[in-house]
């Protein structure tokens, strides 16, 4: 099944030093959703890989002539399951984990190995390149974000959501709808949004956060994503938390 993200497994660049590769679509909860890893060469020439999708002959060629792979981010509780492929791929490169991320490969009988965990703030080998925060305020989903602070760049998993109805079968164009996830309009799942009310505050402090960074683009995993008026989208898509307006 395409994805509408085509061509996949291939480094699309973004801005100097920064690029994505749409990957195949996965399955979650019996929906198709489509796969997005970002890449980032830092100023050592290290390259940073955040969430990595299925790892092709041609795309481990790709990255390969970018630098070494040094880093590979599993951002989120769901987002680890290509980690081992690179890892097998590029032995050297470190492994880092959010919160939840390692419990979860263990509970699925993964034997994954990780290296260090992701802190709340920018880690060592990107301090200064790369800002970086654990959106806090929910058991169920604890997501570590990141700004490019060169190319003005915010990277997100799940925290927003926003598929294409022309992508998408028609059944999950309705739960796309009812979820709050569809394209133009695209916002954090009603699930994962709901696992954040009772310490909302924290949620709005996080995404003032992001706003204040100045983000232009905001990369998500699945479905379109920003390539122009990044404040202004988190703005729109955390509209939940300030009734009155922000």
Do not use: C
Not at 131 to 159: C, N, P, W, Y
Not at 220 to 241: I, S
Request: hydrophobic share 45%.
């Amino acid at each position: 099944m395409a994805t509408g993200y085509e061509p996949l497994d291939t480094l699309k660049p973004v801005a100097p030093d920064i690029w994505i590769v749409d990957g195949p679509l996965i399955r979650f909860y019996g929906m198709p959703f489509s796969t997005r890893a970002t890449v980032v060469r830092l100023a050592s020439g290290d390259i940073w890989v955040h969430s990595p999708t299925r790892l092709t002959d041609g795309l481990r060629d790709e990255v390969a002539t970018l630098g070494p792979v040094a880093h590979l981010i599993a951002p989120n509780w769901i987002h680890y399951a290509y980690v081992a492929e690179w890892q097998a791929a590029f032995p050297d490169a470190l492994a880092w984990a959010a919160p939840g991320v390692a419990d979860r490969a263990a509970k699925k009988g993964m034997a994954l190995h990780f290296d260090h965990d992701l802190g709340p703030v920018a880690d060592p080998p990107w301090a200064g390149q790369i800002e970086q925060m654990i959106v806090e305020g929910s058991r169920a989903h604890r997501e570590v974000v990141f700004f490019h602070r060169a190319s003005k760049t915010l990277i997100l998993t799940d925290l927003i959501e926003n598929f294409e109805a022309r992508n998408l079968p028609w059944w999950m164009r309705i739960a796309a709808r009812v979820g709050g996830i569809l394209d133009p309009d695209g916002k954090m799942p009603r699930d994962i949004r709901a696992s954040f009310m009772a310490q909302r505050d924290r949620l709005r402090d996080a995404v003032e956060t992001m706003i204040d960074w100045g983000p232009e683009r905001v990369i998500l995993a699945h479905g379109r994503w920003y390539d122009r008026n990044g404040a202004d989208e988190l703005r729109r898509a955390f509209r939940f938390l300030w009734p009155d307006g922000k």
